[in-house]
């Protein structure tokens, strides 16, 4: 094997204090030792001794272990390693222990877990690492336990939470508005945490599944939901950025509706409108003042956003943000919509999908929170024959901001 063989493996470091279980993992993971390095330990203590000497990819770890358990592990090592991805694979399923995992861990698998699953869980949550460029953003990124919410709109959803007489309708109308919140209920609902029998996409389906006793419990018992803490400015820019983002994700699925997408392909363009501006939101919570001159770059016309904040962050908000929805285990078409919606080409889907959906939503919409326009791709729209939808599409834009965005 040569040295850049060598130097492109992934080390995957596998935790669990049954030695019966590492054993099972190492043979039903046999067929992997030609692309992983894998190391097995039996302690949480182990562990992390391990990760002072050695550098880490991935974290594997057991739930229920002596001394220390694995969400407590998978804290320390979001701590002292914030670069490693963080993975729980347990069949521990009481509900307060598996509450304690949803900080720390990126995914939860639930055991019985098939080598195909957890190998595909590895490979996606790997497989856009490589477009952060700095290593301090992608410390930053994988070490990310949640994300804030604006703080009007996090103090009017733990007023309405802590009421008897709250609905799932209630708290769901509170959610939506809220990029960071959106991003965490839908992180949850879509992982093993709950077991729940299909994808979800959007937020009100996600709170009448889960139910308002587990939303209270994630409330209190887990570091989920927190205020934005910064200047009023770089406030009034996080909350730009939601009612953009509604904007966004209503007029994505007017038009996936228009183009006659089935309904769950709607709603999945609908959700990616809703994220795709996620990445924003991290380099806010990253560095507020930075973000805020890559806004005035680009007013200025110096640069595009892209441009911009790839000069700053060493990556734009959409490999940032497609980097975080992959380790928080989004499925596959709404990273890649967030990740292509600018440059839906490169997707090379050979489809107008849900990523053309996003895209022409976001060319279409007014640069209302000041990041700048960033432009209707005319090869795209003229390699499927779209050209002749392009004034519906942006009178549909026109009438949905005068209702407001709704949803």
Request: with cysteine; glycine share 6%; proline share 4%.
């Amino acid at each position: 094997m040569d040295d850049t063989q060598t130097a492109n493996r992934i080390r995957v470091l596998f935790v669990d204090d049954e030695p019966m279980l590492l054993q099972g993992l190492k043979r039903m993971l046999r067929g992997q030792r030609d692309v992983w390095d894998m190391d097995f330990v039996s302690s949480a203590g182990a562990a992390l001794d391990y990760m002072q000497q050695t550098s880490v990819d991935v974290v594997v770890s057991d739930m229920r272990m002596p001394e220390m358990d694995g969400a407590a592990l998978l804290d320390e090592v979001s701590r002292r390693h914030p670069e490693a991805i963080r993975l729980v694979l347990s069949g521990y399923a009481e509900n307060e222990a598996v509450l304690k995992t949803i900080g720390p861990s990126h995914q939860y698998l639930a055991k019985p877990c098939d080598a195909e699953v957890l190998i595909s869980t590895v490979q996606r949550s790997l497989k856009l690492r490589q477009r952060l460029s700095s290593p301090e953003l992608l410390a930053f990124v994988t070490g990310l336990t949640a994300l804030p919410s604006a703080p009007a709109i996090y103090q009017d959803f733990i007023a309405t939470v802590g009421k008897w007489h709250a609905t799932s309708e209630s708290i769901s109308d509170i959610i939506e508005r809220d990029v960071g919140l959106t991003t965490t209920i839908l992180k949850l609902t879509n992982s093993a945490y709950f077991s729940l029998p299909m994808k979800i996409l959007n937020c009100r389906q996600a709170i009448q599944l889960l139910g308002l006793d587990t939303i209270r419990s994630l409330v209190a018992a887990a570091s989920l939901f927190r205020a934005f803490e910064g200047s009023s400015v770089q406030a009034a820019i996080l909350n730009a950025m939601c009612d953009d983002a509604l904007a966004l994700a209503a007029l994505a699925r007017k038009i996936a509706e228009a183009e006659g997408f089935p309904s769950d392909e709607a709603d999945r363009a609908c959700c990616a409108g809703l994220l795709a501006h996620v990445g924003i939101l991290m380099f806010l919570v990253s560095d507020a003042a930075s973000y805020y001159r890559v806004i005035k770059s680009v007013q200025k016309g110096d640069a595009s956003t892209l441009e911009a904040e790839r000069a700053a962050f060493g990556a734009s908000h959409v490999e940032a943000g497609a980097y975080l929805l992959a380790l928080w285990g989004f499925a596959d078409p709404i990273v890649e919509a967030v990740l292509h919606h600018h440059n839906p080409l490169a997707a090379e889907t050979g489809a107008f999908d849900l990523i053309g959906a996003v895209h022409v939503a976001e060319a279409l919409l007014p640069p209302r929170f000041g990041a700048g326009e960033s432009g209707l791709d005319q090869t795209y729209i003229d390699t499927f024959g779209k050209g002749a939808n392009v004034a519906a599409w942006r009178d549909m834009g026109a009438r949905l901001l005068q209702k407001g965005a709704p949803l």
